[in-house]
């Protein structure tokens, strides 16, 4: 269940269910609007996040018949 959450729900929530503050926020960041920065940085935070759960919970485990 922990690993649902942080592979799924957490990018869930980070990129829709803060959209609406995200959009009200009007000041650039390097030039780009916030918005924009906003979702380049969780197709990066989401690869973290999916990384995290490959490295806790499924690095360890071997598939059957390798070695």
Avoid: H, N
Wanted: contains cysteine.
């Amino acid at each position: 269940m922990f690993k649902v959450l942080i592979g799924l729900v957490t990018p869930f929530i980070g990129v829709l269910g803060l959209l609406p503050w995200v959009v009200s926020v009007e000041r650039p960041v390097a030039g780009v609007p916030f918005a924009y920065f906003w979702m380049f940085s969780w197709f990066l935070l989401t690869s973290g996040c999916l990384y995290l759960c490959y490295r806790w919970f499924d690095a360890g485990t071997q598939r059957a018949g390798t070695q």
